[in-house]
């Protein structure tokens, strides 16, 4: 019979080491026990806000993540820290912004190896220089795979990585499983069996298997074998990124759905979005039948917005004349909000957001809280009760407050993309978000090489449809010395003007010979002359109202900005005729001189139909430099 006075002894020693102990080591103990809640972070790809029917989509059909939102959090205001994938990515797992990792661009499967940041060497027909984003997830990075590991959680990499090949891979990362070991976009080609990995992958699909399929399938191994112990699954999807292409039973369904008056209408899209929602349905339904769905914690996050413009972007397998049909609505709309991915406008940044906390998070709320990509590292680790390593600074903060129906104390984001993107009209720029207010800093787009600004108060204009910076200069002036200091205290890379800057005197490389182009771009000159010589366009006047007329193809409010130049100055005007309208005008005024931007609002309410610039009507030539329609959904731009 044991001692009574010496087990009393040995119990009051067992206290006094657990009063003593600090909650860090208990936390970071107790993370190896079997009943630590598991995470699953589930990460689409180029998905935007609203491509849910949780979020208010009338065609995509996504029973599985609608159900995952009634059984946790829906934040309405969770934004990527970028309107790119890469960036947003090691933002996930750092908890860090890209402006202080210098990742800025999905350039991380590229073969250069490039890590210092730095701005790019630029040629005498680039404007502004830009950053040239540093290609490799630096391993020296504490990641929030390397803390659970070494918390005793098992990590598996699931789908897409992007932040560089080996010696860089999730393995270097603290991932003890990765599949498929792919540093680059997604498989080549197409989604759909046979796949274009390399053959030294050994990874086969059936012929018509979706890639989601066998990805989710993978995760579903990993939950099986690991439903014992403590784990960390990134299920991070390809899908919905281009090359666009889907299950032909599935793009057959949503061309019967698909109505013209709905901005979401592309059944090619549509099917991607089914499928991917079949992976979410397979992997929730592993965790039901191993009986740990009540201890997992379950994120499902986008990196970016939807792509928001037609066309096929890479798409390399379908040729047929019904896809090419399909193809001509652009992927999605990410309506109410402004543009898409590659945008610092709502729609590149604004994401879908589920949270699900079994025991901590009420099921089937909603919340505002504004939150961002670089939270997620501070927030699980705060949600499974690891603590993080001594003298490790995030940019991140918990929102488990917010996720448990309260607030944060923080009400102020930034977002830094230093790169031109012609797609989506984006020019190099931060923005900051501080309450309801948000302002855009555009990088050196002044002639003389200062900054542009553009306030919007999202409360009440949620679409960016009116820039206030002109009508509250004190309010740009605060939000934007907040972004001088942001911009300081990450070493963040800031795009200037090009020093070489010499337009029309450099020709475009690989330029197709004449016969074979038409110099104009598609528009039409009357009443006057129009020749491209070396990247300028010059017209001269034939008759008492000449201009350049082109099909707009851009719906709604347009921003229209040229480049012009003239020796003697005059008045004009940008017309727009909408099919079956009266032709509607804005007027403009050319000084006499050197290059000038003209910048003009159309106040368009549909389709703006055929648009015109009229030019000074004189017989002294008048030089473009360039064109561009920026639309709420859609940007093009004729650099001549």
Wanted: with cysteine.
């Amino acid at each position: 019979m044991p001692d009574p006075i010496y087990s009393m002894k040995k119990a009051f020693l067992i206290l006094a080491t657990l009063l003593l102990t600090s909650p860090a080591t208990l936390l970071s103990s107790d993370a190896t026990q079997p009943g630590n809640p598991n995470i699953l972070f589930i990460m689409a790809d180029d998905f935007g806000w609203s491509d849910l029917g949780c979020y208010g989509s009338h065609y995509h059909q996504t029973p599985n993540l609608d159900k995952l939102a009634a059984r946790g959090v829906k934040f309405t205001q969770a934004y990527a820290a970028n309107p790119l994938c890469s960036p947003t990515r090691s933002s996930v797992l750092t908890g860090l912004w890209p402006a202080r990792t210098g990742i800025t661009a999905p350039v991380c499967h590229l073969p250069q190896v490039i890590l210092e940041k730095q701005l790019t060497q630029g040629n005498p027909k680039q404007p502004v220089l830009v950053a040239n984003s540093i290609t490799r997830l630096k391993t020296d990075y504490v990641t929030l795979p390397k803390v659970l590991h070494e918390a005793g959680y098992r990590t598996g990499h699931f789908g897409k990585w992007h932040l560089g090949p080996e010696p860089y891979s999730p393995l270097q990362h603290g991932f003890d499983v990765d599949w498929p070991h792919w540093p680059g976009p997604g498989p080549a080609g197409s989604y759909v069996a046979p796949w274009k990995f390399p053959a030294s992958l050994k990874i086969d699909g059936k012929a018509g298997e979706h890639i989601e399929d066998t990805l989710s399938s993978q995760v579903v191994t990993f939950i099986r074998e690991n439903k014992d112990r403590p784990f960390y699954a990134n299920y991070w999807q390809f899908s919905v990124h281009s090359p666009y292409d889907a299950k032909e039973e599935l793009v057959a369904k949503y061309r019967k759905l698909a109505d013209p008056r709905n901005p979401q209408r592309n059944p090619v899209y549509a099917s991607m979005v089914e499928s991917l929602d079949d992976g979410v349905g397979r992997v929730l339904a592993a965790l039901d039948e191993c009986g740990i769905a009540d201890k997992t914690i379950i994120v499902f996050f986008s990196d970016n917005g939807g792509v928001s413009w037609a066309g096929k972007d890479g798409d390399a397998e379908h040729k047929s004349a019904r896809f090419q049909a399909d193809m001509k609505s652009p992927p999605t709309s990410n309506l109410p909000l402004r543009n898409g991915k590659a945008s610092l406008y709502e729609g590149g940044v604004r994401e879908p957001c589920l949270v699900v906390w079994p025991g901590m998070a009420k099921a089937g709320t909603v919340n505002d809280t504004v939150v961002q990509s670089i939270d997620w590292m501070p927030t699980l680790l705060d949600m499974v009760g690891v603590p993080l390593p001594k003298n490790v600074k995030l940019d991140g903060i918990s929102i488990t407050p917010a996720i448990k129906g309260g607030t944060l104390a923080r009400d102020t984001i930034f977002t830094h993309f230093p790169h031109e993107t012609p797609a989506s009209g984006q020019h190099p720029g931060t923005s900051v978000r501080r309450g309801d207010w948000k302002l855009i800093r555009l990088f050196a787009q002044n002639d003389d090489g200062s900054d542009q600004f553009e306030l919007f108060n999202l409360r009440v204009d949620l679409g960016e449809t009116k820039n206030l910076a002109a009508e509250k200069p004190e309010l740009v002036r605060e939000l934007n010395e907040l972004i001088t200091e942001f911009l300081a205290d990450t070493e963040a890379i800031v795009p200037i003007r090009n020093p070489n800057y010499k337009p029309g005197e450099v020709k475009k490389p690989n330029a197709k010979p004449a016969a074979d182009v038409d110099p104009l771009q598609g528009w039409k000159a009357r009443s006057c002359e129009a020749l491209v010589k070396d990247g300028i366009l010059t017209m001269t006047g034939k008759g008492d109202a000449p201009f350049l007329g082109v099909g707009a193809g851009i719906d709604g409010p347009t921003k229209v900005s040229f480049r012009v130049r003239t020796s003697t100055g005059g008045a004009g005007k940008a017309e727009w005729i909408p099919s079956g309208g009266n032709a509607q005008s804005v007027h403009f005024q050319i000084s006499a001189g050197d290059w000038q931007v003209i910048r003009l609002d159309i106040p368009a309410t549909g389709p703006l139909g055929i648009f015109r610039l009229y030019l000074p009507a004189q017989s002294t030539p008048v030089e473009l430099d360039h064109i561009e329609l920026k639309g709420s959904e859609k940007t093009r731009k004729w650099d001549f």
